[in-house]
């Protein structure tokens, strides 16, 4: 395997790239939180003058001691139980850990607890930016009338709490609205992006069976308007438990036929309800890439989110109510909810609805300095890319409000660490983290009291007992392994939507190792406490930070009649890129020339991302299986990182080991 970075020497301690200051380190709520907790949760004493032997004492008493630790947290950051709960951890036995037994509570209660401030008014709740790149405000106030009146609109409507109401909707402030008054009733929210077609969308909507759609007419990307209007009636047509559609008009049309206005939806002025529901009661559907089929239906739970959100973005992002939070995303990845969450530490969150690369390359750094956004995260691949276009977003943009740029959705190569570094400010904490769409947080990242070195994580997250395993379960520092996480977190999966025996959830997370989450990445825990993440173990594919299936290219692409069977890759590059070829085994008398190549990739296009389109479609005589009939991905993934075919596959586990000596050549051809 070739890996996306490599840890350091430990006999050769490395310089870091950056260094918070003393006054930094002082000023941390992080800081202040381990002091508190020391004094009144048991919690180890900090260490004066020493933030990294603090820390990973702190880290080390949050995943042995995990009621004490959760029970700090809470009540740190005060979260509103209706009812309290009977204890904080009743099971830690993994799947299946029960958090918090017997409390009642509302995200969205939260999420809108800042309007009772009474500076509120003083700063938006939310900042909008389409591709004119000017910020449009919604003050707290508004926000909050927005959502009682939607909550109460739904309860009309004969929404219930566990009911399932989706969005086809893009990264604007009607989502949100949208998402917190479905969490408010107690409802179950879900969402997709409006690039992804009828047929990606409807893989998921119609496995959790939505009562209410609330969708947009069309979107603007790149400078340009893409109507959706035959997507959102055809997806009314398959979805046959819908009782009301919400029409969104984002691009002026008049709502269809039997849909609901949204400006009427919204206009009363309605102080919000909240539902007070159990700990682990569902807040909303997550998907995963549909790798080996259907996407996941990942459920996570509205206690279990609240509380992983507060420490996530309270301490080790350093977000308040004096912060604006920008990340650049879309409503069909999780770091959008993970985004809405800045609502939940008071912070303005900025929603950013277009390209990422409009009207050039820079867009995302006009974002930043126009919206004043103080922490500001975005994709490794963005990042590469500006390095690549000569981007200087230092000189060229006022960017003195960042204190943080964040990066996911792949690991950051060391050279995007020195990018920042030297393009946007030496006095930058570049916050490189990675976690997953299965617990919506970060496993690894960021840490405001630690240094950055480069190409690597700062540490474990608090209350995430991170290892790295060999494949006999034994502990591996300053070795790639398989990234585990031996106790639960309470935003791991409540359960998987129609999955009633659990063993779809088991087989996903806990068959490699009964009782212990193992993730599918590659990783590496240094001596010195650092993280390194070397790409994927499995075969998700990851186009900008947006995961995807294999299995949907492959429903897409051989419904045309001269794809016999296809094969697509994904492949972390060592300098930061990412090569995605298609391999096609052809019909017979098919011919693959241009035409073909076109509509194949119109065809993925069109019907599941324009992200996913592949770089290169490649003929080849065949794909390999397993004995069982499974499509071998991962090791083909790995030949073509270079590692050699006796390493990559084990050679009795598949149909034609002469198949994997053509991709194998394929790969030395690809070698420089």
């Not at 995990?66 to 809470?74: S, T």
Request: aromatic share 8%; hydrophobic share 40%; net charge negative.
């Amino acid at each position: 395997m070739t890996a996306a970075s490599t840890a350091s020497s430990p006999a050769t301690p490395p310089e870091p790239l950056w260094q918070p200051g003393a006054d930094r380190i002082e000023n941390a709520r992080l800081t202040r939180f381990h002091t508190w907790a020391s004094e009144r949760h048991g919690a180890p004493q900090p260490v004066p003058g020493d933030a990294a032997a603090s820390y990973a004492a702190l880290q080390r008493w949050s995943v042995e001691d995990l009621p004490a630790f959760w029970q700090a947290v809470a009540d740190w950051f005060d979260v509103r139980f209706g009812t309290p709960a009977e204890t904080v951890l009743a099971d830690p036995a993994m799947p299946g850990a029960q958090w918090f037994p017997g409390a009642t509570l509302n995200y969205a209660e939260h999420a809108l607890r800042a309007a009772e401030d009474p500076d509120s008014s003083a700063r938006p709740a939310l900042l909008h930016v389409d591709e004119t790149h000017e910020p449009a405000p919604l003050s707290w106030s508004e926000l909050r009338r927005q959502v009682g009146s939607l909550a109460a609109e739904l309860r009309a409507l004969g929404v219930r709490p566990g009911d399932r109401v989706s969005g086809y909707l893009p990264n604007v402030p009607q989502a949100v609205v949208a998402l917190l008054a479905t969490a408010a009733v107690g409802a179950v929210w879900t969402s997709c992006a409006p690039d992804f077609g009828a047929r990606s969308v409807l893989d998921r909507f119609q496995q959790v069976e939505p009562v209410v759609l609330f969708a947009v007419d069309g979107y603007r990307y790149g400078g340009k308007e893409h109507d959706r209007s035959e997507t959102v009636a055809e997806l009314r047509r398959e979805l046959p438990t819908l009782r009301a559609v919400v029409h969104i008009p984002l691009l002026g049309s008049t709502a269809p036929e039997g849909a609901l206005a949204w400006d009427r939806l919204t206009a009363a002025d309605v102080e919000p309800e909240f539902e007070q529901v159990p700990f682990d009661h569902p807040l909303w559907v997550l998907y995963s890439s549909g790798t080996t089929g259907l996407p996941k239906a990942i459920v996570q739970s509205q206690g279990g989110i609240l509380v992983e959100h507060l420490k996530q973005l309270g301490l080790h992002t350093d977000l308040g109510p004096d912060d604006r939070f920008f990340w650049y995303t879309s409503t069909g990845w999780m770091m959008w909810n993970f985004l809405v969450s800045g609502l939940l530490v008071g912070s303005t969150v900025v929603l950013y609805d277009g390209s990422p690369g409009y009207p050039d390359v820079a867009a995302q750094w006009r974002i930043a300095e126009r919206t004043g956004a103080t922490v500001y995260g975005t994709s490794a691949a963005y990042v590469m890319a500006c390095r690549k276009a000569g981007v200087h977003p230092g000189r060229d943009f006022d960017l003195s409000a960042v204190k943080c740029v964040a990066t996911t959705g792949s690991p950051l190569p060391p050279d995007g660490f020195r990018w920042i570094h030297d393009e946007v400010a030496a006095d930058m904490w570049i916050a490189s983290v990675s976690g997953g769409t299965d617990v919506c947080s970060c496993f690894a990242g960021a840490v405001p009291t630690l240094p950055v070195f480069i190409g690597e994580l700062q540490a474990p997250c608090l209350g995430t007992d991170l290892r790295s395993w060999d494949p006999t379960g034994k502990a591996l520092v300053d070795e790639v392994g398989e990234l585990v996480v031996t106790n639960p977190m309470p935003s791991m999966p409540i359960r998987f939507w129609n999955d009633p025996d659990g063993e779809r959830y088991r087989e996903s997370y806990f068959d490699m190792f009964p009782g212990v989450w193992r993730h599918g990445d590659w990783i590496t825990l240094t001596s010195r406490g650092t993280v390194v993440i070397h790409g994927r173990s499995d075969s998700t594919l990851n186009r900008q930070g947006v995961r995807m299936g294999s299995a949907d290219i492959y429903e897409a692409v051989e419904r045309l009649p001269e794809i016999r069977e296809s094969l697509v890759i994904g492949v972390e590059q060592p300098d930061g890129g990412y090569w995605m070829p298609l391999f096609v085994h052809l019909a017979p008398g098919a011919e693959l020339d241009d035409g073909l190549r076109e509509r194949i990739k119109r065809t993925i296009r069109e019907q599941l991302s324009p992200r996913h389109v592949p770089d290169d479609v490649i003929e080849v005589p065949g794909v390999p299986h397993t004995l069982t009939g499974k499509r071998i991905e991962v090791p083909v993934k790995r030949l073509l990182q270079g590692t050699p075919l006796e390493k990559a596959v084990n050679a009795g586990s598949v149909d034609d080991l002469e198949l994997l000596r053509f991709y194998a050549s394929l790969a030395d051809a690809r070698t420089p």
